[in-house]
């Protein structure tokens, strides 16, 4: 990415020494080690821990500077400048609209954010490639365990968080709101489960380690049921135990889980340790941000991307073998490679002198990977973000879902240079995250509704995690008092995510580089995952010579892949696509009688829209998938009749519903 151009307001040189300061203190040097005139990203900044350098921008300067306003390729000099036109009021900056409020009645209901929004209606089974619970598995190992003191520990420890992040004892209602349980609630507090197999051989170990995996990989934790996280903890032969974690990706994303086991194997490791105070919990978050549609930056937002919304391609037309309305997959499949520390550290040295972040660059060889598999260099990815506004300080040390989807519209030049093809994935990620307060899933909802499909707009995701130990502080700690030694190298994990076909997850574990692909297997040939996966290690593997990246990168000479017109083909026909919706045959025409004149008036009284025409579609009037769940809870509790959110998407319209409910719903 080009550097920011200097601003003409020149800062004061102590306010040009505060922000270095603050720099320092991020990056963990001393700030005689920040030039003034250095930028963020060539002194090991990334897009990530800039979140927390504006955190405490915000505290110790008192100037709320948005995530647009802090550019990694900024120089603190630059910065300066900024927060003193915004001080003087000279500049033409945006500032965060909001400023955060603790809520009045802690224990009420508050929104779900937009990606919960989805997690949650994908539990309904709306979606192609729902589960019943969308969640993330992961078990490491443990060595030298006190086998009598650890169980205890832990539960004291899991009992002390819960009462420190409130989002550990969150339920999600039936409509789609969530709230906190009270600490008396006996259904408030994680209870950890313990498997004792110390005295047992070998293979009889391996077997049942293997029967919990797969029952915590696949029967994941519901918060709108129970409790969002399943812990257990499983004794070993010979002094050795898996910590096994299940989390729903409604309570906890990839920035919480740092943080859930930092301060979980510091409570563990000391029964007298005592976690710095949060003034605010997630809940004071989520509801402050019902204020941002009212905002003009919010709206300018969303006028940047519904501008660009038509442009938009579909998505890589990988081959597959299965149509993925009719698969019903109760797994991922996994495949996962690592870069060992001293090729990473090489690999992000030559991202610094290039200009890149090291996420940048990973997502630029994944994208030519992508072009290489599908056989075009237009088409659009989805990326997974740590979205946490710097609204107050204590934003970064929340546990909570904060996340949310960006759509990235990926258009590959012929024959660059990975250099150059790096450097223009920072430019478009910067350029979308500079208008972040509009969502992935609010912008997918109306490219939706533009193409006419209920499909899943882009459901292949990038995901990258580097950056977090950085941006954290520390990385988890090797030891945890009477769970002994935490060997996150020895590590096993499962994803269970909705709308998602593919997608790659970069993070670091110990100095090593992780990538993993997650996928809905009964989609793909193995093969054909395998030679990409391989293809995209191949360039991180090359990347780290510096070489590579003066090397031209072979794509393929089609711009666009072939349009898909019919959701159905032959096996060796399907691609992955987004067909335009059936139109399903209803003849237009007012509602014909007392079932469609029924629905009509709920959608009037829901959508606040007149509904006169039965062949009307709930989500060109304006609905969503959340409202349509709603709306279909309320039609059941009335005795009008029961019908599936994916049922509903089949026809989404009120001569389409009303035939629904009058036929009974047996799928």
């Not at 954010?113 to 089974?125: M, R, S, T």
């Not at 994803?495 to 574990?509: G, I, M």
Request: proline share 8%; with cysteine.
């Amino acid at each position: 990415m080009t550097s920011a151009p200097a601003p003409e307001t020149t800062a004061p040189a102590d306010l040009v020494d505060a922000v270095r300061a603050v720099w320092a203190d991020a990056l963990e040097t001393d700030p005689a080690a920040v030039p003034a005139n250095a930028s963020f990203l060539s002194l090991g900044g990334d897009s990530v821990l800039a979140v927390r350098m504006a955190a405490m921008l915000r505290k110790r300067l008192g100037t709320p500077l948005a995530l647009a306003d802090v550019r990694v390729e900024q120089s603190a000099a630059q910065l300066a400048a900024l927060v003193h036109e915004r001080s003087t009021g000279t500049g033409a900056l945006r500032p965060l609209p909001l400023d955060l409020r603790r809520r009045e009645d802690p224990d009420a209901p508050f929104p779900l954010l937009p990606l919960q929004q989805g997690y949650f209606v994908g539990q309904q089974d709306a979606w192609e490639l729902s589960y019943r619970s969308a969640h993330h598995y992961v078990d490491i190992g443990l060595e030298d365990v006190d086998a009598d003191e650890a169980p205890e520990a832990l539960q004291d420890a899991l009992e002390r968080l819960a009462e420190h992040q409130a989002v550990l004892r969150a339920r999600i209602l039936p409509d789609g709101r969530q709230h906190i349980l009270p600490l008396d609630d006996p259904e408030a507090v994680p209870r950890l489960r313990v498997t004792d197999l110390r005295d047992a051989d070998e293979e009889t170990a391996a077997a049942r380690l293997a029967e919990i995996r797969h029952e915590m990989s696949t029967e994941g934790p519901d918060p709108s049921q129970g409790c969002g996280l399943d812990m257990r903890l499983t004794l070993m032969p010979g002094d050795r135990a898996r910590l096994h974690s299940s989390t729903s990706l409604l309570i906890v994303d990839g920035w919480s889980s740092g943080v859930f086991y930092r301060d979980l194997f510091a409570l563990v490791s000391d029964y007298n340790a005592v976690l710095a105070p949060l003034d605010i919990d997630y809940g004071d978050y989520v509801t402050t941000l019902r204020d941002l549609p009212g905002t003009e930056a919010w709206q300018q937002d969303r006028d940047w991307w519904w501008d660009r919304l038509d442009g938009f391609p579909l998505p890589p037309a990988l081959p597959l073998v299965a149509d993925p309305a009719e698969v019903r997959p109760t797994l991922m499949g996994t495949r996962q490679a690592v870069l060992d520390p001293e090729r990473w550290s090489r690999l992000r040295r030559l991202c610094t002198e290039h200009g890149v972040t090291p996420s940048a660059a990973m997502f630029a060889a994944f994208a030519a990977a992508v072009a290489r598999a599908c056989g075009h260099r237009r088409f659009l990815l989805n990326t997974l973000q740590l979205n946490r506004l710097p609204l107050h300080p204590d934003v970064s040390r929340l546990v909570g879902a904060f996340s949310s989807t960006m759509l990235l519209p990926v258009d590959l030049p012929a024959a660059p240079v990975f250099a150059d093809l790096a450097g223009r994935a920072q430019q478009d990620i910067g350029d979308a995250l500079a208008h972040n307060l509009i969502t992935g899933v609010e912008v997918s909802r109306e490219l939706g509704r533009r193409r006419g499909t209920h499909r899943p707009v882009a459901p292949v995701v990038f995901q990258s995690t580097l950056g977090v130990d950085a941006a954290l502080g520390s990385e988890v700690p090797q030891e945890a008092g009477p769970l002994g030694a935490i060997d996150l190298l020895s590590h096993h994990q499962q994803l269970r995510t909705p709308q998602v076909a593919l997608e790659v997850r970069l993070f670091e574990l110990r100095g090593e580089l992780v990538v993993v692909f997650s996928l809905v297997e009964e989609l793909f040939a193995g093969a054909d995952v395998d030679r990409m996966f391989a293809d995209l290690m191949a360039t991180v593997e090359a990347l780290v010579e510096p070489d590579a990246w003066a090397a031209v990168v072979e794509l393929p000479d089609a711009v666009d892949g072939e349009q898909q017109a019919e959701p159905r083909r032959p096996a060796s026909g399907r691609r992955l696509s987004v067909p335009a919706a059936a139109s399903g045959g209803a003849e237009p025409g007012p509602p014909r009688d007392d079932t469609e004149r029924a629905v009509a008036a709920h959608w009037h009284e829901l959508l606040d829209r007149p509904v006169d025409e039965r062949t009307a579609d709930f989500f060109a009037l304006g609905g969503d998938s959340l409202l349509a769940v709603r709306m279909l809870a309320s039609f059941a509790r009335e005795g009008r009749g029961r019908v599936t959110p994916r049922r509903f998407l089949e026809q989404p319209t009120v001569a389409g519903l009303a035939a629904a409910l009058r036929e009974p719903d047996d799928r």
